[in-house]
């Protein structure tokens, strides 16, 4: 009986600590899309076909409602946007209010309501085979100082990172936008920048998976451009 009751103030000493764990966590955004009259009017430059969801969340298209996001208080731990059949990651700041603007040029911006960071970074390869070459590229190409740049018209859009092999010339990308063919690219990741956040990125080639790392944020005074991308290549299982 002793045993019995020892086992049961284990199982709710856990219950307990796991729900201090989750409550302590816990924290949440305000989000709300600034223009959702575009798509009522059925603006025909506009295409929204996929859903959007925000850490679980499913967002109306049509809705000018604010909607309450948790998020996390660990810097380590990003937020997941699923948009259609793309999973996107950021990291939003716990109390911050966040808007989603509708755009004919890149379906929707997220960026923060009290204004946010975003600009032109450059990258680097490490832990990788010095005898192969390999590109990262985003859909909006290179700038003239050879800094990987963001969009123009969408700065606050999700950006796109590729890994390509060494057998495709990236200068047939920046000049076309697209890649053609499927079979150079090693992986791919979204992330949205919000408030000058510094990431790196992972590539498994065993396991063909590309994962992003918060590291933090732009330093006070500093820019992207005084900014590096770790691009770390591994063969670990």
């Known amino acids: ?32 899309i600034t223009n959702s009259d575009l798509v009522e009017k059925e603006n025909p430059f506009i295409q929204l076909n996929a859903p959007l969801i925000v850490n679980g969340v499913e967002i109306d298209w049509k809705s000018d409602q604010t909607y309450t996001i948790p998020t996390s208080n660990y810097t380590s731990r990003l937020d997941i946007i699923h948009y259609g059949e793309k999973t996107i990651y950021t990291k939003f700041k716990p109390d911050e209010e966040y808007l989603i603007k509708i755009s004919r040029s890149c379906s929707y911006e997220l960026m923060p309501a009290n204004g946010g960071q975003v600009g032109t970074f450059h990258y680097e390869f490490t832990n990788y085979n010095p005898g192969q070459e390999y590109t990262l590229f985003t859909e ?26 060494q057998d495709y010339d990236p200068y047939s990308i920046y000049m076309d936008g697209e890649i053609e ?53 591994v063969q670990e299982e």
């Open 1 to 32: 009986m002793r045993k019995i009751l020892y086992l049961l103030t284990l199982q709710v000493l856990a219950v307990c600590s796991a729900s201090m764990s989750l409550a302590q966590d816990a924290s949440y955004i305000q989000l709300r």
């Open 140 to 165: 909006h190409g290179k700038d003239s100082e050879g800094g990987l740049q963001l969009s123009t018209l969408c700065p606050f859009s999700a950006q796109k990172f590729v890994i390509l092999d």
């Open 181 to 233: 063919d499927d079979n150079h690219i090693l992986g791919e990741t979204y992330f949205h920048f919000l408030h000058g956040e510094r990431i790196s990125i992972r590539h498994n080639v065993k396991m063909k998976r590309t994962s992003v790392r918060h590291d933090g944020y732009i330093e006070e005074g500093k820019s992207f451009k005084d900014y590096v991308i770790e691009v770390e290549y």
